[in-house]
């Protein structure tokens, strides 16, 4: 049967790096059905909101979904579309690899991270959401649970047994943050007790920045809470070239998006001038969580060859080829 793919093609630059990654993807031989789907500024202008009930129910049906950059406004009223998404489909695990290429003039070599960020819960959650009448005072409510915090941290331990990882790091606020980020921690402890196989290992938020900088061989699987997740991610994908070098999945259940975690770079858009890689590697990884490894190892090489060569690489990375030199860089390789 043919796995039919939700395709939200997003704002800005969105187009144009989804675009390509589909090319990448036919050229590899995958048969997939797409339905393409409206959200963000997109969805606002063509059914007067952000995240329209056909694009829900295309998620909801086809349970696998492609995203490009979503551009939610600024400071008017509106919630963040990313957050409603991970709601909406209880998407409770946030994925974000970061490995090194050569060729991207990033700062360290052989980094190969993963930081699992919980998806729902914490600072992020949007409870108790509170401002004075007079602005002065604004309040927000961080909530944790135990079986969120369980779930989280057996998701990134179950990981790294079954790709072979050696050691997973729960990072926490706990010696601050005695409820929340305590609770955390607690669980996270019971959780790495059940497997002997995998070093556990745990770091204050803070320190684990700094050591980031300072040491990021020594990490392996990173598993936090949202807002330290949102942080840390980031961090990490400083380190192997930029956001545009990191993929995100958002995995649920039943239902996973796989995403560019960039901004939509309104700037560039149209212009033939975006980094495709972020997409691609969300390709990738969507790949992998639907078991066709073999096609997603064909595609990490032929990228990994087009970068470390310089070969129409684009100016982020160096170059001066344009998206679609860079994209046709890859599909020769293929």
Do not use: W
């Not at 300072?214 to 400083?238: R, W």
């Amino acid at each position: 049967m043919t796995q039919r793919i939700t395709v939200i093609r997003g704002d800005g630059i969105g187009p144009d790096i989804v675009d390509a990654t589909l090319k990448v993807l036919e050229k590899v031989g995958c048969d997939f059905e797409y339905d393409f789907a409206d959200a963000g500024l997109v969805a606002l202008e063509n059914h007067g909101e952000l995240l329209p009930a056909e694009t829900l129910d295309l998620i909801g049906k086809n349970k696998v979904t492609l995203k490009g950059p979503l551009t939610t406004p600024v400071g008017e009223g509106f919630t963040s579309i990313n957050v409603s998404l991970r709601k909406q489909f209880q998407l409770y695990a946030n994925v974000r690899p970061v490995l090194s290429f050569k060729g991207t003039k990033a700062r360290y070599e052989d980094i190969d991270i993963i930081t699992i960020r919980e998806n729902t819960q914490g600072m992020y959650s949007g409870l108790g959401q509170v401002v004075s009448a007079d602005g002065s005072e604004a309040e927000a409510m961080s909530k944790i649970t135990r079986d969120g915090a369980e779930s989280i941290v057996r998701f990134a331990y179950e990981l790294a047994r079954r790709e072979g990882r050696k050691k997973v790091t729960a990072v926490h606020k706990a010696n601050i943050l005695k409820s929340t980020s305590g609770l955390f921690l607690k669980v996270a402890r019971e959780v790495g007790a059940q497997y002997s196989d995998i070093e556990s290992a745990e770091m204050i938020v803070d320190n684990t920045c700094m050591q980031l900088v300072m040491n990021p061989h020594q990490f392996d699987v990173i598993v936090t809470t949202n807002l330290f997740g949102d942080i840390i991610s980031d961090l990490c994908a400083g380190l192997v070239g930029g956001l545009g070098m990191a993929p995100g999945a958002n995995i649920g259940k039943d239902c996973a998006i796989f995403e560019a975690v960039h901004g939509s770079a309104p700037d560039i858009a149209g212009k033939n001038l975006a980094n495709p890689t972020s997409v691609i590697l969300a390709a990738v990884q969507m790949l992998e969580y639907l078991n066709m490894s073999d096609k997603s190892e064909k595609i990490r090489a032929a990228l990994k060859d087009v970068i470390e060569t310089g070969d129409r690489t684009t100016r982020d990375l160096g170059g001066t080829a344009g998206t679609t030199d860079f994209t046709q860089a890859v599909l020769d390789r293929l």
